[in-house]
């Protein structure tokens, strides 16, 4: 199984992103989807998660900003982030575990400047 990570990108104080996040290979039925960022010179930390059914965690710092989404027929997480600041800066992963698995997609830069 792989999952493969896309969307990252510099983008300025209060723009946009979207990720996605697609997995590939033998896969029966993912229970959860989500996304963790981890930033240089800190431990890595939940953004969102979503089940199978569709319910949703978002971390504190990012409710009200960030969505998490999930297409169950093509295997796929998105998170499309608002109002991005430059404490968003990190390098985002996806994950998706179902039974005893447990996959990490390659991560994928956000930096937020201007």
């Known amino acids: 199984v792989q999952l493969q990570a896309s969307g990252g990108g510099l983008v300025q104080p209060g723009g946009s992103l979207r990720l996605s996040c697609a997995a590939s290979?033998?896969?029966?039925?993912?229970?959860?989807m989500g996304w963790y960022r981890q930033a240089p010179g800190t431990e890595r930390e939940l953004v969102a998660t979503?089940?199978?059914?569709?319910?949703?965690n978002y971390a504190d710092s990012v409710k009200g900003r960030f969505t998490i989404s999930r297409d169950n027929a093509k295997n796929t997480v998105y998170l499309q982030m608002t109002s991005l600041k430059p404490d968003d800066t990190a390098v985002y992963y996806c994950?998706?575990?179902?039974?005893?698995?447990?996959?990490w997609g390659q991560g994928t830069q956000v930096t937020v400047s201007s």
């Open positions: 994950n998706m575990r179902w039974g005893i698995y447990n996959y």
């Open positions: 290979g033998s896969i029966f039925s993912i229970n959860v």
């Open positions: 979503i089940t199978r059914g569709g319910s949703t």
